[in-house]
């Protein structure tokens, strides 16, 4: 089985959720915490982290805070209520990863924000081979406790989304890191950008048509076009 389950997956019954009136439910995903560590594995653990919000955000019933915004909490010693207040959100997804050699284990857990009620947690104990595999049930499986129905156009949709490349969402995230660095200041220069596209153009190699790489790539031109303007 590609994703053992180790307890049994945790869902809360039909009764105990609260439908939104509106029909849509708002969630954020915060970075997944990694619990082991080899050189890559914040930046693996990150990349699933963007790859399951990825997913969610395709589905029009989800309202899924931004990338950015989940990621400012990264570290942050806040309580899930805190953290959702501050986000407007009504749940949260949290989760750890930890990577041994080839082995893999991801825990993963809905909450709702106004009680702390888990609607669903699981652990998979699996292989880093299988990581798109527990990436894709992970978001499905919290689609369907926020009262998503999912038809197969949809889950086409949500697999579409993302680099669902294990080696080329690393490397996007330490290109992601890197730029971010670059744009701390005020003062970004051409020289600060060059290392940065290097990670992009890694991940372009794997994914040509990750439209994010190449917008964040095209970064260095416009500041060497601002340079040659003054």
């Known amino acids: 089985d590609v994703a053992l389950q180790s307890p049994p997956e945790t869902v809360a019954k039909d009764s105990d959720i609260t439908v939104a009136d509106s029909g849509r439910q708002s969630v954020a995903v915060l970075p997944f915490l990694a619990m082991s560590n080899g050189p890559d594995d914040g930046y693996f653990a990150d990349g699933l982290t963007e790859e399951i919000l990825n997913s969610l955000a395709q589905l029009p019933e989800l309202l899924v805070t931004a990338r950015t915004s989940a990621f400012a909490f990264k570290n942050q010693d806040l309580s899930v209520q805190e953290i959702a207040t501050r986000l407007g959100v009504a749940h949260i997804v949290e989760g750890s990863v930890r990577r041994s050699g080839e082995r893999l284990r991801v825990t993963a857990q809905l909450i709702r924000a106004s009680d702390g009620f888990h609607l669903w947690s699981n652990n998979y104990d699996s292989s880093s081979a299988d990581t798109i595999t527990v990436q894709e049930d992970i978001a499905e499986k919290i689609a369907v406790a926020l009262n998503v129905v999912l038809d197969e156009s949809k889950r086409e949709l949500m697999q579409k989304q993302g680099l669902r490349d294990v080696e080329a969402f690393i490397a996007f995230q330490k290109g992601l890191e890197l ?32 439209s994010p790489a190449w917008s964040a790539h095209s970064d260095l031109y416009i500041h060497q076009v601002l340079d040659d303007m003054n």
């Open 179 to 210: 730029y971010e660095q670059a744009h701390h200041g005020l003062d970004t220069t051409t020289e600060a950008l060059e290392p940065v596209n290097r990670f992009f153009e890694d991940v372009l190699d794997r994914v040509p048509d990750f």
